[in-house]
C-alpha cells in the first residue's frame, strides 16, 4: 500500500506542508480506509474568517482519460464542508475542552460506547454547539467519521437519531464524509442507516472529487460497490466512469465495470494513466486468475475494439 501525499495549506499555516499518511496501525480507529494508490490533493485556503470551508483541487498528472467526444467532465474543484473546529489545539488556547470532551469521545466512538459518550454530545457552555458537528481530531474528523472508522454499527445508529440531515455532509480535512468511510469500509448496514437520515449522500463527493462507489471499488468492496452503482451511475461524468472502470478491473470487480462498458461502449478503447487500454491491463493479470466474469468482459472488450 503507498503511501498518500497531501499536500496541505491553511490559512492558518500560509507555507505549504507535506504530510505523508503511511498504511493505518492495526489498531487503527480506520482500517482499512487509505488507498492503494498515490493520490495528491491541493487544499487551498478560500477566503472565510473562519477556515471552515476549503477548496480542493486534484493536481494528478496522469489522469485516466475520458472518451474525447464526451463534454461531461468532473469539476476541478470542490467545496469541502469542515466541521466546526473551534476545540482543536491549533485553534485555541484553552486545552481543556479538547482534553475533556474530543479525546474521551474519540475513545467511546472507537469502543462502541454510546452510554458514556451521550453525556458529551452536547456543549453546556454553548447549546448551539453540538459534539456531533465538532471535530475531534486534528483531521478534521468528527465523532461519525471516527465511529465509522470503527464499525461502530449500533453506536452509529443512536448518534444518527441526534443528527441533523446536513450534520452528516461533514467532511474531513481530505474531504471525505463518513459515508465515504463506509464505503470504503464496505459497511452496506451503515451505509443503510445514513442514506436513511440523507439520501444525498449517494453521490456527496469525497476526497480527490471520488464518489463513494469509487471508494468502494477502489478496496475492492464488491457487495457495496453493487449496492452504490444504481443509485450513483445516472450521475457519473464520464471522467467518473473512466476512473471507476478501469479501477474496477484493477479490484477484479467485473460485474460493475462490464455494466460501465455496455452503457458506454468507448471505455474499451480509453486508456489509463499508463497510456494502457482495458485490453492490455486485463491480459497482464495472471492467468490462474482468469475467472469466468473476466472471460466475459475479456470478449466484450475484444468486439468493442
Same mark, same amino acid.
Given at each position: 500500500?503507498?503511501? *498518500?501525499?497531501?499536500?496541505?495549506?491553511?490559512t492558518q499555516a500560509p507555507q505549504n506542508q507535506l504530510m505523508n499518511l503511511s498504511p493505518p496501525e492495526p489498531n487503527s480507529p480506520l482500517p482499512d480506509l487509505l488507498p492503494r494508490q498515490k493520490d495528491t490533493i491541493v487544499v487551498s485556503p478560500q477566503i472565510d474568517s473562519h477556515d471552515t470551508i476549503l477548496t480542493a483541487e486534484s493536481v494528478d498528472a496522469h489522469p485516466t482519460q475520458a472518451p474525447q467526444n464526451q463534454q461531461n467532465h468532473?469539476? *476541478?474543484?470542490?467545496?469541502? =464542508?469542515?466541521?466546526? /473546529?473551534? @476545540?482543536?489545539?491549533?485553534q485555541s488556547k484553552n486545552r481543556d475542552q479538547y482534553r475533556l470532551k474530543c479525546l474521551p469521545l474519540k475513545k467511546f466512538a472507537l469502543a462502541g460506547n454510546f452510554k458514556e459518550a451521550k453525556p458529551l454530545l452536547r456543549n453546556e457552555s454553548d447549546h448551539h454547539l453540538?459534539?456531533? /458537528?465538532? $471535530? *475531534?481530531?486534528e483531521m478534521d !474528523?468528527?465523532?461519525?467519521? *471516527? $465511529?465509522?472508522?470503527a464499525r461502530q454499527v449500533g453506536f452509529i445508529e443512536e448518534i444518527i437519531k441526534l443528527m441533523e440531515p446536513d450534520d @452528516?455532509?461533514? &467532511?474531513? /480535512? =481530505?474531504?471525505?464524509?463518513?459515508?465515504?468511510f463506509a464505503a470504503a469500509a464496505g459497511s452496506i448496514e451503515i451505509v443503510k442507516l445514513m442514506l436513511d437520515k440523507n439520501p444525498?449522500?449517494?453521490?456527496? /463527493?469525497?476526497?480527490? =472529487?471520488?464518489?463513494?462507489?469509487?471508494?468502494?471499488a477502489l478496496f475492492g468492496r464488491t457487495e457495496m460497490a453493487k449496492f452504490l452503482y444504481d443509485g450513483t !451511475?445516472? &450521475? @457519473?461524468?464520464? &471522467?467518473?466512469?473512466?476512473?471507476l472502470f478501469f479501477k474496477c478491473i484493477d479490484t477484479d470487480l467485473y460485474d460493475i465495470a462490464l455494466k460501465l462498458l455496455k452503457h458506454?461502449?468507448?471505455? $474499451?478503447?480509453?486508456?489509463? !494513466?499508463?497510456e494502457d487500454t482495458a485490453l492490455h491491463v486485463l491480459a497482464r493479470k495472471p492467468s490462474s486468475l482468469f475467472a469466468r466474469r473476466r472471460i466475459g468482459i475479456f470478449k466484450r472488450l475484444a468486439y468493442s475494439s
Open positions: 500500500m503507498a503511501d *498518500i501525499v497531501i499536500h496541505l495549506q491553511t468532473a469539476p *476541478i474543484y470542490q467545496l469541502i =464542508n469542515l466541521p466546526d /473546529r473551534s @476545540l482543536l489545539p491549533s453540538s459534539m456531533l /458537528r465538532t $471535530a *475531534i481530531t !474528523e468528527t465523532v461519525l467519521h *471516527i $465511529a465509522t472508522g @452528516l455532509k461533514l &467532511q474531513d /480535512r =481530505n474531504g471525505n464524509t463518513a459515508f465515504c444525498d449522500l449517494l453521490t456527496l /463527493r469525497g476526497a480527490d =472529487n471520488k464518489v463513494p462507489l469509487y471508494m468502494a !451511475e445516472s &450521475q @457519473l461524468t464520464d &471522467q467518473d466512469e473512466a476512473d458506454q461502449p468507448k471505455l $474499451a478503447v480509453t486508456r489509463d !494513466e499508463h
